[in-house]
T-cell receptor, first 109, second 113 residues
Framework: GIQVEQSPPDLILQEGANSTLRCNFS?????LQWFHQNPWGQLINLFY???GTKQNGRLSATTVATERYSLLYISSSQTTDSGVYFC???????????FGKGTTLSVSS | EAGVTQFPSHSVIEKGQTVTLRCDPI?????LYWYRRVMGKEIKFLLH????????ESGMPNNRFLAERTGGTYSTLKVQPAELEDSGVYFC???????????FGPGTRLTVT
């Protein structure tokens, strides 16, 4: 099955810093999503981005499907950005999301 | 528009007992999914409904887990009998169509003691 790897596993930043999170996947995919799991455990949709680039405020994402990776950019990080960021791709049958292990981000003031 | 809701938010039961989790998807979403995250590991797929039919249940760990979606609206996930290793967070998600963006509920934290 498809393997999803995220890096780095942990990231510690000072407020105001920028960061890039990476998601590699082992096979071609049709759909990819980025999520933020907040300290209360809720999975918040960030981007649905099978290919190309999208931006939403301080966050942006780029997926290069032909090279099997996606990047999540966080600019001017804030303490509320802390939490776990997950990348997930659909399996070949399109019936399930396969998640990476996540990147744990800690932003301190 | 209301998001995906799950009930209960927390459940603490003893080993051997039965627990039923409920998920209400976003109105109009025919596709409903169950996932779980145990012991800080990655989030794993359990099964996928399209309306009331099970499309893919390859992630169900064993026959102690039973999912239903009668009428194609809300879904329940029953664990009977519960074991210690079933502890974790159970997420439900829904999407408008297969392969489209999934929206997750807040999860049910299950603790088996």
């Amino acid at each position: 099955g498809i393997q999803v790897e995220q890096s780095p596993p942990d990231l510690i930043l000072q407020e105001g810093a920028n960061s890039t999170l990476r998601c590699n996947f082992s096979d071609s995919v049709n759909n990819l999503q980025w999520f933020h799991q907040n300290p209360w455990g809720q999975l918040i949709n960030l981007f649905y981005i099978p290919s190309g680039t999208k931006q939403n405020g301080r966050l942006s994402a780029t997926t290069v499907a032909t090279e099997r990776y996606s990047l999540l950019y966080i600019s001017s990080s804030q303490t509320t950005d802390s939490g776990v960021y997950f990348c997930a791709v659909y399996n070949q049958a399109g019936t399930a999301l396969i998640f990476g292990k996540g990147t744990t981000l800690s932003v301190s003031s | 528009e209301a998001g995906v809701t799950q009930f209960p938010s927390h459940s603490v039961i003893e080993k051997g007992q039965t627990v039923t989790l409920r998920c209400d998807p976003i109105s109009g979403h025919d596709n409903l999914y169950w996932y779980r995250r145990v012991m800080g590991k990655e989030i794993k797929f359990l099964l996928h409904f399209v309306k009331e039919s099970k499309q893919d249940e390859s992630g169900m760990p064993n026959n102690r887990f039973l999912a239903e979606r009668t009428g194609g609206t809300y879904s329940t996930l029953k664990v009977q009998p519960a074991e210690l290793e079933d502890s974790g967070v159970y997420f439900c998600a829904s999407s408008q169509g297969g392969g489209l963006e999934q929206y997750f509920g807040p999860g049910t934290r299950l603790t088996v003691t």
